[in-house]
């Protein structure tokens, strides 16, 4: 049992235990994905992800905490330089453990382990899909058309109404003047006809006369 002991010895010395974390971390941040057993993998991930998080901030303190961790200044430069700008916007969880199955030699249970950000299987660009409620949905779908219905009446009518309102008679000065031109004539020919009738009345009434005389 192991109570209250929270460093997995993995069945070595803590100095050959800390060069082991030291080259696991190392070959992590180099090859970007290593196998290793599950025990082991765990443990890697309790070393390394403290030292990812203190590369987010390029400091000379932190350089030579990273270093004395790994013990390895190519590895310290490439976690500075490559990996701190890949998981800058990431807050924790710089690493994924998958079980791969059985070694076939003493059958002790193997993992990989990988930095996250460096797997383009699972890093996709596409935008997130909005959720969307069903009931809302089928209850807008039922409003709208309505409502796109009631506009359109109303633009009807408005545009009936204008219409109507242009199609009203306006009076053309040029058709009054033709008019008026039109009646001229018919006036004159009546004033004729209303001489003529007049003249005819009094000569019979002249001739009755001269036959009362005789």
């Known amino acids: ?4 002991k929270k460093i997995a010895h993995l069945g070595r010395t803590a100095s050959h ?5 030291a080259n696991m971390a190392s070959s992590l941040i180099e090859h970007k994905r290593i196998n290793t057993t599950v025990a082991k993998a765990k443990a ?3 070393f390394v992800e403290p030292l990812i998080t203190k590369a987010k901030s390029d400091t000379t303190h932190n350089r ?3 270093f004395s961790a790994l013990r390895n200044k190519y590895a310290v430069s490439e976690l500075f330089r490559d990996v701190a700008e890949k998981v800058a916007d990431r807050p924790g969880g710089y690493t994924r453990i998958i079980k791969v199955g059985s070694r076939l030699g003493d059958n002790a249970s ?3 382990i990988e930095l996250v950000d460096f797997n383009d299987t699972y890093v996709t660009d596409k935008p997130a899909k909005k959720r969307s ?5 089928k209850k807008k779908a039922e409003i709208l058309p309505a409502a796109v219905e009631a506009e359109v ?3 009807v009518a408005s545009s009936s109404e204008t219409e109507e309102v242009v199609v009203e008679e306006v009076p053309n000065p040029e058709a009054s003047v033709e008019d008026n031109e039109g009646t001229e004539p018919a006036t004159e020919e009546v004033d004729k006809d209303t ?4 003249s005819e009345a009094d000569e019979n009434q002249e001739e009755s006369k001269g036959d009362k005389q005789r």
């Not at 235990?17 to 974390?21: L, P």
Request: aromatic letters at 0%.
């Open 44 to 46: 890697l991930k309790k």
């Open 1 to 4: 049992m192991r109570h209250g």
């Open 133 to 137: 409620r069903r009931r809302g949905s």
């Open 110 to 112: 193997m993992a990989l």
């Open 17 to 21: 235990r800390k060069a082991m974390m």
């Open 195 to 198: 001489i003529k009738t007049t």
């Open 153 to 155: 009446v109303e633009e």
């Open 64 to 66: 030579r905490v990273v």
